[in-house]
C-alpha cells in the first residue's frame, strides 16, 4: 500500500514550504485558486482538473513550485482532454524517466507527466520528480528516510487531532503545512519584524475547514499551527513577544506552550479569499 509519506518523498527535500492540499474536501477552494495562479485557463477546464484530483502533494521552493497529485487519470481520458486545441501541448523526449514525455499547458512554466492512471506530477523539470519515483519502483529509493517523510510521521498525530477537531467538517479535511524555516519565509511574507531576535525554526499545521461556513458564499478555515524553537529558555520571551507584536497588528492570536521548544498557535479563522492571497504570496 502506497503511504502519504511515500508521495512526500518525492518532493524536493529543501523546500520553502509544503503542503498536502485534499481536494475533494476543499474543491470550490481548488477551483478558484486554480482560476487565481492560471487566469488564461478556462473554468470548465479548471472544473475538469479538480474533479479529477484526489490528493495535492506541493512544494515551494523559491518561486517554483513542485506537486504530486492523487486521483484519477485514465490513458483514454487524457487523450481526449488534453489536446492543443485545448492550450495543452505533448511533448516526448525518451530522457524523460519512466513516461519519456510530459505535457505543457499554454504558457504556464510547469512540466505535467502522468506516470501512472493515479499520478500526477507537475514541476518546472519534472524530470527530478520522476526519477525520484522510478527509484521508488525499482525499490532503490527509501521513503522512510526522507526528511521530510520522517517529519510527517512523527507529527502525524498532530494533524489527525486538527483534521477531526469538533468544528471541523469531516476527518482529514484540513490543508496541512509545513514550513522549515519561520524565519526566512513566513516573517517577510507576513510583513512581520520582531524586536528581538528569537531562536525560531519551523512552522507546522493546518487549515480546518469549519463545519459552519457550508452555506457561506465563501468557506471559512481555522488556523492551528505549532511554532518550534531551538533554545527551550526562549520559550517564555517568545510566547510575550508574539502576544505584543500580534495585537500590535489588531490580531487576537491565542498562544499556549505545547512542551519545552513549542508554541502552539490558534484563535483565528481566515476565508477562502485570504488564504489564498497568503499562497499566491508565497509564490511571488
Known sequence: MVSETDYLSLLPEDADMYLRFPVQDNVHFASQLITTFEPQMEAQDAQKLTKRFDTIYGAVKGKEFSAVVTGSFPK???????????????????????????????????????????????????????????????????????????????????????????????????????????????????K??????????????????????????????????????????????ALTVLKLVTRGLGLDLTYSSLGESTIKISGVTLSESVLGDLLQQALR
Open 76 to 190: 483514454l481520458g487524457l487523450g481526449f482532454a488534453l489536446k492543443e486545441k485545448n492550450g495543452w501541448k505533448k511533448i516526448k523526449d525518451s530522457a524523460i524517466p519512466v513516461t519519456g514525455s510530459f505535457y505543457q499547458y499554454r504558457n504556464l512554466p510547469f512540466q505535467v507527466a502522468f506516470p501512472s492512471s493515479s499520478l500526477l506530477m507537475l514541476s518546472p523539470q519534472v524530470d527530478s520528480l520522476l526519477t525520484t519515483y522510478q527509484q521508488q519502483l525499482e525499490g532503490n529509493f527509501i521513503a522512510a528516510e526522507n526528511p521530510l517523510a520522517q517529519f510527517v510521521s512523527e507529527h502525524e498525530q498532530v494533524f489527525t487531532e486538527n483534521a477531526t477537531s469538533a468544528n471541523s467538517s469531516s476527518a482529514g479535511t484540513s490543508i496541512d503545512f509545513y514550513i522549515p524555516d519561520v524565519v526566512a519565509v513566513v516573517l517577510p511574507l507576513i
Open 192 to 237: 512581520v519584524t520582531l524586536p528581538i531576535n528569537l531562536p525560531l525554526t519551523n512552522l507546522y499545521g493546518s487549515f480546518i475547514p469549519q463545519a459552519d461556513s457550508d452555506t457561506a458564499e465563501e468557506g471559512q478555515y481555522a488556523f492551528v499551527g505549532y511554532l518550534g524553537l531551538s533554545d527551550p529558555r526562549a520559550l517564555k520571551p
